[in-house]
């Protein structure tokens, strides 16, 4: 669970997530914040990873995802800390995970009312129909970051995990796909932030997707990275919320 300045809404998100779902291990990484979200997070229950300066959402995925390899976890699931993924759907995610290395818990695939408009809609659509042909099933939603890994995918993150914004779900994505790893949806709902202020705003996050588009095709031209990846072994399960 990356977070950044969350004091405000993350214990509540915490101890949601944990009396919700048994039997997870959950670990908060604190990328950087001025506020007092590392302390509000351990005092709901939560395992915190404090990172000194602030990195970003793909850097403290990077240092989540390390730490679950490291760790010997064989699934982790990422999510938000804003309270928008419903951890009553943490397991639906997972699920797809017997099916692809990479699940994306979606929006727009007829669950739910989640919606957007404007630039940002046709960006997403447009990502959306590209990934779509690359991963060889349908996606409706690549910019989600409610989803899971398995360890072949962790491992690819921990090697190959941008992090510019947005490199968290679009650049990432890409970058395991043309590695050789597979990807699946599962329809969730989304709630609206549960408090706290965003770190980018609605103007800002449709520059970013315009911006992601160009990046996208950039990033195809580049050879395909194909490293080896290992087979899964049988160790301890993370639901560990980035």
Sequence with gaps: MPAWNEAAVIGDTVRELLSTVEGVD????????????AAAARDAGAAVMVLPFNLGVGGALR??????????????IQVDADGQHEPS???????????????IGAR?????????????RWAMSLLAAVFSRVARTRLTDITSGFRAANRRAILQYTRH???????????SLMTALRAGLTVVQ????????????PSHSPVKAAIYLVRSVFALFIAMTRAKN?????TLGSAPELEATH
Excluded: C
């Design 108 to 120: 727009f695939s007829g669950v739910g009312d989640y919606s957007v408009g404007g630039p940002r």
């Design 226 to 230: 194909r490293v080896p990846l290992p």
């Design 161 to 171: 995990y941008p992090a510019e914004y947005l490199g968290d779900t679009v650049d």
């Design 186 to 197: 599962v329809p969730v709902a989304m709630r609206p932030r549960q408090g706290g202020e």
């Design 89 to 103: 759907q943490i397991h639906a995610v997972l699920a797809g995970l017997d099916q692809a290395d990479i699940s």
């Design 26 to 37: 959950l670990l908060v990484v604190d990328d950087g914040s001025s506020d007092e979200t």
């Design 63 to 76: 240092a989540g995802f390390k730490y679950a390899w490291e760790n010997g976890y064989d699934r982790a």
